[in-house]
C-alpha cells in the first residue's frame, strides 16, 4: 500500500468512524448491479462456506462483462455479442434472447416484470421480464456501459456521452438529464433522494434525484470506471490512481482515503462494517471502517477488476487469473474457488445459496452451496 499500514487518512491522520453510521443498508433483492440502489454489493444467501456443486456453465458467443442479476428465477446478463440473456438459474437453460445492436456490457436492472439494460448501440432498453419482448428503447448519444439504477419511478443510467440520464421506468421517457465534463462507465449509486455518480475525468457528482440538480461536485487524482457504494451517510469511490475515497454523503467533505498499490477499477462492497475493495495490484482488501486498519488483503494471480459480492459468510468475487474466489469475510481464508477459463471482470451476484459469475471465456457460471438451486429457483419475482 502507497501508506505504510494502509489506515484512511487525511493529511496523515487516521480518521475514525463510528460502526454505527457505516453500517451496509440491507440488500433489497439483488435485483440489480451490486444488489441494491445504494451499490452496497450485500446480498442475502444462506451460508456459502462449502462449494456444494457446480450447477452449470452457459456459453455465450462473445466475453461476459456484463454482471449477472438474479430475479424470479432466471439470470440476466449481457455479452459482447450484442446480446441480452435470460437463463434458468436452476438448470442454465435459456428462456429468452435478445439482439442489440451492438454489445453489452452494462449490468440489468430488473423490476416490476420489466429488465433494463444498457448497449453500445446508444441505447438503454426495457425488455419483459418473462419474455424478452422490447416495451421501449431510450437513444442516448453514445454507448451506454453503465449499467442502471432503478431509484422509484425513474431509471437512472450514464452516458459514455458524457451525460447523466434519468428515464420514466415505466414509458422510456426523459424526465431530466445533466450533463458531466468526461464520459460516465460507472453505474449511479442513489440514496436519500441524490445519485451518486464519477466520470472518467475524475469528477465525482451528487445529484438531486428528484430534478437532476448537482448538490456537489469533487475532482478525484484520477479518472473513475467504478461505481460508488453509499452507506448510512458515506459514499465510497475509488479510482484509477489506486485512491479509494470516504466522502460525507451530504456535502462532499473527504472523510478518509486509502491508497492501493494499483488503479482501482472496482467498486466497493460494504457489510458489517467492513468495506471490501479490489485492486489492480492483485489483490482484495477487507478494511475495518471505524477503526481505520487493514483487517486482511488476498493476493490473486492477476488484476482484481471484478467487484466483490458479500453473502453467506463469503465475499465473492473474481481475478484476471481466470478464478472466482470466496473468501471468509472476517478472515480472509479461502473457502474455495472455481477456474472460469479466461479472466472474470464481470461481477458475481448471488441469490438463494447461489452464485453467478461471467467470464471473458464467453461463459456463464453458477454454483452453489447448501440447498442454493432450489432456493433460488422458487425465488419471488421482483
Do not use: C
Not at 35 to 62: I, M, N, V
Amino acid at each position: 500500500m502507497k501508506n505504510g499500514m494502509g489506515v484512511w487518512s487525511v493529511a496523515a491522520a487516521v480518521v475514525l468512524f463510528s460502526a454505527a453510521g457505516v453500517a451496509a443498508q440491507s440488500a433489497e433483492s439483488g435485483s440489480m448491479f451490486r444488489s441494491d440502489a445504494a451499490h452496497t454489493g450485500a446480498y442475502a444467501s444462506p451460508p456459502l462456506e462449502t462449494l456444494k456443486e457446480r450447477l452449470w456453465r452457459f456459453q455465450a458467443g462473445d466475453v461476459v462483462a456484463s454482471s449477472p442479476v438474479m430475479a424470479g428465477g432466471l439470470v440476466y446478463f449481457g455479452s459482447k455479442d450484442n446480446t441480452v440473456y435470460a437463463v434458468d438459474v436452476a438448470t442454465g437453460r435459456e428462456k429468452w434472447r435478445f439482439r442489440t445492436g451492438k454489445a453489452v456490457n452494462s449490468s440489468a436492472a430488473v423490476a416490476d416484470g420489466l429488465v433494463y439494460i444498457g448497449s453500445d448501440d446508444k441505447h438503454l432498453y426495457a425488455l419483459d421480464a418473462a419474455t424478452g419482448l422490447e416495451k421501449w428503447r431510450f437513444k442516448t448519444g453514445k454507448g451506454v456501459k453503465s449499467s442502471p439504477t432503478v431509484a422509484g419511478d425513474f431509471v437512472v443510467v450514464g452516458g459514455g456521452d458524457g451525460t447523466l440520464y434519468a428515464v420514466d421506468r415505466r414509458t422510456g421517457v426523459e424526465r431530466w438529464r445533466l450533463k458531466t465534463k468526461k464520459g460516465i462507465a460507472a453505474s449511479p449509486a442513489v440514496a436519500g433522494g441524490v445519485v451518486y455518480v464519477g466520470d472518467t475525468g475524475g469528477n465525482f457528482y451528487a445529484v438531486d434525484a428528484a430534478g437532476g440538480q448537482e448538490r456537489w461536485r469533487i475532482k478525484t487524482q484520477k479518472g473513475i470506471v467504478g461505481s460508488a457504494a453509499v452507506s448510512e451517510g458515506t459514499v465510497y469511490v475509488g479510482d484509477e490512481g489506486g485512491n479509494l475515497y470516504a466522502l460525507d454523503a451530504a456535502t462532499g467533505q473527504q472523510r478518509g482515503l486509502f491508497r492501493a498499490d494499483k488503479s482501482i477499477e472496482t467498486s466497493p462492497a460494504v457489510a458489517g462494517g467492513t468495506l471490501y475493495v479490489g485492486s489492480n495490484d492483485q489483490s482484495l482488501y477487507a478494511i475495518d471502517i471505524a477503526a481505520g486498519q487493514i483487517l486482511w488483503r488476498y493476493r490473486t494471480e492477476g488484476a482484481v477488476r471484478s467487484s466483490p459480492a458479500v453473502a453467506g459468510g463469503v465475499v465473492a468475487f473474481g481475478s484476471d487469473d481466470g478464478n472466482l474466489y470466496a473468501l471468509d469475510s472476517k478472515t480472509g481464508e479461502l473457502k474455495w474457488k472455481v477456474q472460469a477459463g479466461k479472466a472474470v471482470r464481470s461481477s458475481p451476484a448471488a441469490a438463494g445459496g447461489v452464485v453467478v459469475v461471467g467470464s471473458h471465456d464467453g461463459a456463464v457460471y453458477a454454483v452453489a452451496g447448501g440447498e442454493g438451486a432450489k432456493a433460488a429457483a422458487t425465488a419471488p419475482s421482483p
